[in-house]
């Protein structure tokens, strides 16, 4: 899909997860969210350390070493805003798209050319803005011209056994009837949009 702006679509959604991030306080770090058994710190963890390791793979680093999830310190909202606002600044240069990037946290060997790299990194921001929003009791809104293209990539993300897997990106499919796009992308990438209730 080489011809999806996803650079300025991916900025779009880090930004929304900053600003959702940026609302996070100490008592919310405990909160159960829709990942898995992933508490709001785990997700931002898990967020932060995505950041760095896309950043590094458009630079070529294939280290599996930098996709292991990361300490947040004393401050993880910092953390994790320092950890976006770098991956921004890295997929601005000029040229990103049409790197290769390894990818080692998705199979030995796995590489991409950059503006699919971004596309998964976008994908995974749309939904993780999501969860984040889930888990503050709040919600997060996307304008059409971003849910197209997160539909679009959602569809092609890797079903059946690959979703079973410990540590997959996302989980199997959830069967979901409601008309919102963002509930719909939510539910084919393993997430029940009615998250607490279910």
Known sequence: MPTIDFVSLDRRAVTASIELATGVTDADL????????????????????Q?????????????????KL????????????????HVLEVFAEEGVTERIFPLPEFGPDVKAPGHQAISFHFI???????????????????????????WAVAQIVPVGEARLIPGAAFGPDVEWSGSGQL????????????????
């Open 183 to 198: 509930d719909r992308i939510v539910a084919l990438l393993g997430r029940s949009p009615a998250w607490p209730a279910s």
């Open 70 to 85: 990361r300490d947040l310190g004393d401050n993880p909202v910092d953390a994790y805003v320092e950890s976006a606002g």
């Open 124 to 150: 995974d921001y749309v939904v993780h803005s999501w969860d984040l929003a889930k888990a503050l009791g709040t919600t997060v809104d996307f304008t059409q011209d971003v849910l197209d293209p997160a």
């Open 51 to 67: 950041h760095y390791g896309f950043a590094a793979a458009s630079r070529g680093d294939s280290n599996p070493e930098v996709w």
């Open 30 to 49: 405990a909160k159960p969210t829709p990942c898995r058994a992933w508490t709001l710190y785990g997700l931002l963890a898990h967020m932060t350390t």
